[in-house]
């Protein structure tokens, strides 16, 4: 039985593609670069947030560091002014989260977003006392599906791998809970396919929000 449940935020609790896809064609028009489509932005996001604009960019200035690394500065202001246009948690999902809690479950958010709109958005979509700890991207750790930092905070939080359930819309999500231990939980309804889940070897792939609660009683 899993205690502690680890969710994934970028097509998993919400549907947030609109408001990265504002940011990044705010940051490809400041450098005279095309915009991207909803599909090409669902295509690159995944693993953070400078592989979503070294993928944006186009592809004969995607080598030059110096120019992703400009480029993801611009952008990292401009989802400042963006990051909220996110209209709540996918349907059914607020209530899985609250009866879950109720169940005595501990809710974590771990995202490849950088870290303090993860604490943001989370604070704006869920609210207080659901989720117990929500992180991002930060300077120094690496980022999913690498189990650093979703073993951390098990660690911390006082939980074993083996009483774990790791829970996204992404093959990122099923490689981050296998190399950590811990039962994958496949969301067909995000930005990957449901055979990629499958293909990956999910534990668990669901279609609702609400099939959560058949999981984790």
């Known amino acids: 039985m899993s205690k502690l449940l680890i969710f994934d935020l970028d097509g998993t609790l919400a549907d947030t593609i609109n408001s990265i896809k504002h940011a990044v064609n705010i940051t490809m028009a400041h450098f005279g670069y095309p915009e991207r489509s909803y ?15 070294k993928r944006s960019m186009p592809e004969a200035e995607r080598e030059d560091d110096h120019k992703v690394d400009e480029a993801l500065a611009f952008y990292d202001a401009a989802y400042g002014q963006t990051y909220m246009e996110v209209d709540g948690c996918y349907d059914g999902m607020h209530d899985a989260l609250v009866t879950l809690k109720e169940r005595g479950y501990t809710i974590a958010i771990l995202s490849n977003k950088q870290d303090s709109y993860v604490k943001l958005i989370a604070e704006q979509i869920i609210e207080k006392g659901i989720v117990t700890v929500a992180m991002g991207q930060k300077v120094g750790y690496p980022t999913k599906p690498d189990p650093t930092v979703p073993l951390l905070i098990a660690s911390e939080l006082g939980f074993a791998p083996c009483d774990c359930a790791f829970i996204g819309d992404s093959d990122v999500d099923v490689r981050t809970a296998r190399g950590s231990g811990m039962i994958g939980v496949g ?31």
């Open 39 to 53: 599909n090409e932005i669902k295509a690159a996001i995944g693993n953070g947030a400078r592989l979503l604009i």
């Open 187 to 217: 969301c067909s309804w995000g930005y990957r396919e449901r055979e990629i889940l499958e293909k990956l070897g999910a534990d668990f792939i669901i279609d609702t929000p609400s099939e959560l609660l058949d999981i984790f009683k």
